[in-house]
């Protein structure tokens, strides 16, 4: 059986249009059109042909339906400037990513859901709100996606060719919730990335676009409150302060140097001139590009717990690609390349380098 719906979305996934798909598998675009219809199913040399341009495999195509996201249930900024093939590219990564969660839910005990919605609070107080429901204080968070985790958000990366994406969340079929992070960014930007998503998780999941210029603002706004907590800064008593003192403590939060100095102009502990001062400081410093001596990027404590447990079990992370019917590169993708890779000639296999992660706190995560 050929699936129709799994034809588009790998096109999309590839940033191709019919008229390119065409060119790359020598198939017209009659056909391919009539096939995304479901009006014809391509012979067996057609669908190698079409797996070969799409980069996936043949298998991929005779799955069941992969359900494609709605286009406003996700968060996108700037959705406007936005290219279609970009938007529908880092989608149908997104749908990717959730039939590998499906396909992972099968199999183990995942952190259950507690992301509340707050749509009538302002972000401040939303901010404040869940750092007390979660047991936060006002103390910086030391990890931002083991928190997410622990929590029941499921975190994948974004591929690198959607690097035109910065992040992306939704609340999949209106409940489970997912955030998808660009790897390309700082360790900063994307502890950032992953408050902002958040943000739109909290404040838009109930009859509100999670797009547009209010949502981002609102969002920006929560990702700042929520990573520098209004009492926690306070007591850092940083009014007014020196630059680099405001390079010491950025340290200390885990976040940039700018958004920290906005931070405080926007809780009045820095003048207007101080801040316009600083601000172009930090810019000629080159942290408006960057991060200089920045942290490590955070990757997915859950997913390497998942594939350390299936390596203990037998299972190579080839076999889960052939599983969720995808090649190995396209896997590691959406699981922060935590998958083991081969090298080139001498057929080892070899494993990324990972960050030291530990158990998420009184999260269990059993193999069924």
């Known amino acids: 059986m050929f699936t129709a719906s799994r034809l588009v979305l790998a096109r999309k996934r590839r940033r191709m249009t019919l008229a390119k798909l065409s060119q790359a598998s020598n198939i ?49 900024r700037a959705l406007t400037k936005m290219s279609a093939l970009d938007r529908d590219s880092a ?86 919730p997912f955030i998808f992070l660009n790897t390309q960014k700082s360790g900063e930007r994307g502890r950032f990335d992953a408050a902002h998503e958040l943000g739109h998780l909290v404040l838009h999941s109930e009859h509100r676009i999670p797009h547009g210029p209010e949502a981002e603002k609102e969002a920006q706004h929560f990702a700042s409150a929520f990573l520098m907590p209004r009492a926690g800064i306070i007591a850092q008593d940083l009014h007014n302060t020196s630059l680099d003192r405001i390079l010491v403590a950025k340290k200390a939060w885990k976040v940039a140097a700018i958004a920290l100095t906005y931070r405080l102009h926007e809780l009045g502990l820095m003048s207007d001139w101080l801040y316009r001062v600083t601000a172009k400081q930090l810019a ?65 296999l070899s494993s990324p380098i990972r960050p030291s992660l530990q158990l998420i706190e009184n999260k269990r995560l059993v193999g069924r």
Not at 110 to 135: I, K, M, N, S
């Open 284 to 348: 000629q410093m080159g942290y408006r590009r960057s991060e200089p001596g920045g942290i490590d990027r955070e990757s997915s404590h859950l997913l390497t717990k998942v594939f350390a447990g299936l390596r203990e079990n037998g299972i190579s992370a080839l076999q889960v690609a052939e599983a969720v019917d995808l090649t190995l590169d396209e896997l590691n993708k959406h699981i922060f390349g935590l998958a083991p890779i081969a090298l080139e000639g001498g057929g080892e």
């Open 28 to 76: 017209s675009v009659r056909s391919l059109t009539a096939f995304e219809n479901g009006h014809k199913s391509p012979s067996g040399d057609t669908l190698m042909s079409l797996a070969g341009a799409l980069e996936l495999p043949s298998t991929f195509f005779t799955a069941s339906d992969l359900a494609e996201i709605p286009v406003n249930e996700a968060s996108f």
């Open 91 to 176: 989608l149908s990564a997104g749908s990717f990513a959730i039939a590998i969660n499906d396909w992972i839910e099968e199999r183990f005990d995942l952190p259950p859901v507690d992301v509340p919605t707050f749509p009538h609070l302002q972000p401040e107080e939303a901010a404040e709100l869940l750092r007390a429901r979660w047991g936060l204080g006002e103390a910086p968070i030391p990890h931002m996606i083991r928190l997410l985790e622990a929590h029941g958000i499921r975190v994948f990366s974004l591929a690198t060719d959607c690097s035109s994406v910065d992040a992306f969340s939704i609340r999949h079929r209106g409940k489970q």
